[in-house]
C-alpha cells in the first residue's frame, strides 16, 4: 500500500445513476409543487427539502467516502429514506386529490420508464404526451405517478448500491483499516 492510497478518490456522484434520478425527481418536484400545491403549505416545502435531501446526501455521502465508507453508507441510506418520504408525499397528493396510484402494471408505467426523461423538459414533454395522456387522466395525475415511478427507480438504484457499500465496508474495510495496513507495513520496512 502507498501513501496515495490512504485516502483514495472520492466524489464521483455526478456518475451515478442514483444521483442523477435523484436529481431529476428535485427537479420535478420543484416544478410539481409550484404548479399543485398551495405555497403557504407545509407539505410544499417538505416535499422540496425531501427531494433535496435525496440529491443532496449521495452527494455528501459520495466525497465523504474517501476518509468514512461507515459516512458514505449512512448518509445514502438517508438519501433513500429522505426519496421514500417524497414517496408518500405524491401518494398522499393522489389520495388527496381522489386520483388513482397506478398501479405496476398500468402501461403507463412502462410508457415513463421506457421515456428515460433526462431533464425536466424530457419529463413535461412526456407527461403531455399523446401517447401518455391516451388513457383519459389529468396533468397532475400524470405527474405525481410519473414522478412516483421515478422515485421508485431511484430508491431502488440506492437500495443496490447501499448492499455494494455494505459488502465492500465488510470485504475491505474504511480508512482505519487503511492506516493500519499502511503502519503495519512502514513497520515491516524499518
Known amino acids: 500500500m502507498t501513501d496515495s492510497s490512504l485516502i483514495p478518490k472520492s466524489g464521483g456522484y455526478r456518475q451515478l445513476k442514483s444521483f442523477i434520478i435523484a436529481q431529476l425527481v428535485y427537479d420535478i418536484t420543484v416544478r410539481f409543487v409550484e404548479l399543485y400545491i398551495d405555497k403557504r403549505s407545509r407539505t410544499c ?7 433535496r435531501s435525496g440529491v443532496q446526501n449521495i452527494a ?9 465508507k461507515k ?6 441510506n438517508v438519501a433513500k429514506a429522505s426519496l ?12 388527496q386529490k381522489g386520483l388513482p396510484l397506478w ?8 410508457l415513463v420508464l421506457d421515456a428515460r426523461c433526462k431533464n425536466l423538459q424530457d419529463f413535461q414533454n ?8 391516451s388513457i383519459p387522466s389529468s396533468t397532475n395525475e400524470r405527474a405525481a405517478n410519473a414522478a412516483h415511478v421515478l422515485i421508485g427507480v431511484a430508491s431502488a438504484l440506492l437500495s443496490r448500491q447501499i448492499e455494494r457499500l455494505a459488502k465492500d465496508f465488510e ?17 515491516i520496512l524499518y
Open 71 to 76: 459516512t458514505e453508507l449512512k448518509l445514502t
Open 84 to 95: 421514500e418520504e417524497l414517496l408518500l408525499d405524491y401518494e398522499d397528493f393522489l389520495r
Open 60 to 68: 455528501e455521502g459520495s466525497v465523504a467516502s474517501a476518509t468514512s
Open 171 to 187: 470485504d475491505k474495510g474504511g480508512f482505519s483499516e487503511r492506516l493500519y495496513k499502511l503502519r503495519c507495513q512502514k513497520k
Open 103 to 110: 398501479e405496476h402494471s398500468d402501461l403507463r408505467r412502462k
Open 45 to 51: 416545502d417538505q416535499m422540496i427539502q425531501a427531494a
Open 126 to 133: 412526456l407527461i403531455n404526451s399523446k401517447t401518455l395522456s
